[in-house]
């Protein structure tokens, strides 16, 4: 990871916050977990900049985000490839050509499936979405366990957050997911899922609902 070549890049797109997320990069640069985990916030911010967006990087929640005077806040979660993916992909190849393989999920591997893990991070990022603002859930992921499944993620999220009555749960107001490295051509060329909670105090209104929605490559 070359943290020069990242951070021009983000330079010249037009980011802002570059001063403390760099110092963050270097003060890391002997952690590769963590350096690729801060990489995934620039690689966000990057999709969101080349959407039109204005972004600025922050320490929490990760990613300050403008678009034609409207500002909401993105936190960003990297999803590593998992055990099951390559399971996954050991059985496609060992099938035969004219053979269909039922692609298993991470349930039996990590005892929970993929979109209740997408939950359980929504849940434990409580505390960082802001009061009396719009927020986002980003999943970078290099895992297809968990493509299409945002929408499953999103209406488990919304019945557990009214179930719990924790109106800091119920700030959030929708996940996206970015599979990187993978497009599919449904219906479009896209690597980028998005999918609204309901309850809210703060809705998104129709022009960040539509803009978020329009992203579909990351």
């Known amino acids: 990871m070359d943290i020069d070549a990242h951070i021009a890049q983000l330079r010249d797109a037009g980011a802002g916050g570059l001063d403390q997320y760099e110092t963050r990069l270097r003060n890391n640069a002997d952690n590769p977990e963590k350096l ?24 929490s929640p990760d990613l300050q985000l403008g678009l034609h005077g409207d500002v909401l806040y993105a936190e960003v979660k990297r999803f590593c ?43 434990r990022k409580a505390p960082v979405y802001v009061e009396g603002a719009a927020n ?48 599919s051509g449904r219906p479009i060329p896209s690597n980028v899922e998005f999918c609204q909670t309901q309850h809210t105090p703060v809705p998104l209104n129709k022009r960040l609902a539509a803009a978020l929605g329009s992203i579909v490559i990351g």
Not at 36 to 59: D, H, I, K, P, Y
Not at 84 to 111: C, H, I, S, W
Not at 140 to 168: I, M, N, Q
Request: charged letters at 30%.
């Open 36 to 59: 690729a985990n801060l990489f995934c916030e620039g690689l966000a911010a990057l999709m969101f900049l080349r959407n039109r967006w204005q972004v600025t990087l922050r320490e």
């Open 81 to 123: 490839e998992k055990k099951q993916d390559r399971l996954n992909d050991r059985a496609m190849k060992e099938a035969p050509d004219d053979f269909l393989v039922l692609l298993d999920d991470p349930t039996e591997t990590e005892g929970k499936t993929a979109w209740e893990q997408m939950v359980d991070v929504a849940i």
């Open 136 to 183: 986002i859930l980003v999943f970078e992921s290099d895992s297809e366990c968990l493509d299409l499944k945002v929408s499953s993620a999103v209406h488990e999220y919304d019945d557990r957050a009214l179930a719990s009555g924790d109106l800091w749960l119920r700030r959030l107001n929708g996940m996206m997911l970015v599979n990187r490295g993978r497009i």
